[in-house]
């Protein structure tokens, strides 16, 4: 502050440091050597004044008081805002109950569908069995007469009966 | 608090009875307007009740609380922003604290005291008009250390800014509240009007940021 023109950066750091002194955030050696400085520059000591005359005349400032029935009112808004909520909270866990419900009887109504499907399913296999074996029961006589299957196959070999076969008998 | 968390609806109303005062007053100051403070009051005590919950037993109470305070206030700020942009006009209630100038602050002490008396009433209301003149952020810091008599910690903290910037913020709020007031503390007169004002003209005193 002896110098008679700080710059802007060196005036913005000794007003930090001047207000953390007056606000007694400094430590121990911060605050000896500001303290020296006070005594050693008059004008780092006015500038310290002047700070701390404008802080003191912030006490001129009102310190507002609530009504006296300022609390009571404020509780009883709060309170009557937690019971809007609570109510709001308690349709929003009906919805959600209700909800709940909705998709219980859904996945019900598809479990049962799946497994009537299943069952259908099952009950259909032994008619598609008979279908898939129906030219076999349709000549199961014709095959009863029949002792080896290896002759049966040694005929097809020799291609005897083709007009037979290509003629659909 | 913990008693609120846990339900009690006496230890609610013993929350508020402890810290209505003081959240008012910096409330008030913060947002130049008793009525609007009182409603941002309860909205505060709302939002601490709503959030009790989730309140850490570990945290200082008073910080959680200004937190809560200077959320709201900002909205509050936000929304009489968005309103003046839309171009509904501002009541008409002299207590509004739209940052005013200098030749403002001279007008209103000149027409309060005709004699020029230099009183407590006018004192305050200079200072009042100082203090409406600053940053929101340097204001909100500036009634933290004062009226709360916050640490450094405390405020950045409640501000969600580092300590550092805490720093910065504060020692500007204080050169800045200085440079309005210096003519008023020294000559015990009001800024004079064609003097130009601190912080570069008419332009609100910048954070530091």
Known sequence: ?169 | MLQVRGGDAGAFEELVLRYQHRLLTVLEHLVGNREQAEDLTQEVFLRVFRARDRYEPGAKFSTWLFTIANNVASNANRSRSRRREVGVPEGSNGSESAPLQLDQLAKAASSFMPTRALDKAEQAQMVRHAVAALSERQRLALLLAKFEGMSYQDIAETMGLSVQAIKSLLSRARVNLKEILTPYVEQGTPPDENKPPPQGGSKPPADDE
């Open chain 1, 1 to 169: 502050m002896s110098d008679e023109n700080p710059s802007l950066a060196e005036a913005s750091t000794i007003d930090e440091e001047l207000v953390a002194y007056l606000d007694g955030e400094l430590n121990t050696d911060q605050i000896s050597r500001i303290e020296r400085r006070l005594l050693d520059d008059p004008q780092y000591r006015a500038r310290l004044n002047q700070l701390e005359r404008t802080w003191d005349l912030l006490d001129t400032l009102n310190r507002s008081q609530a009504d006296d029935d300022f609390a009571h009112s404020t509780v009883e808004m709060v309170a009557v805002q937690a019971v809007e909520e609570a109510k709001t909270e308690t349709l929003r866990t009906i919805r959600r109950r209700n909800l709940g419900w909705v998709a219980i009887v859904a996945a019900v109504l598809a479990l049962t569908g799946v497994t009537y499907g299943v069952i259908q399913n099952r009950l259909a296999q032994p008619n598609r069995e008979l279908v898939r074996n129906l030219p076999l029961i349709e000549r199961v006589d014709d095959y009863r007469n029949i002792d080896s299957l290896e002759f049966v196959k040694e005929l097809e070999k020799a291609n005897l009966f083709a007009a037979e076969v290509d003629s659909g008998d």
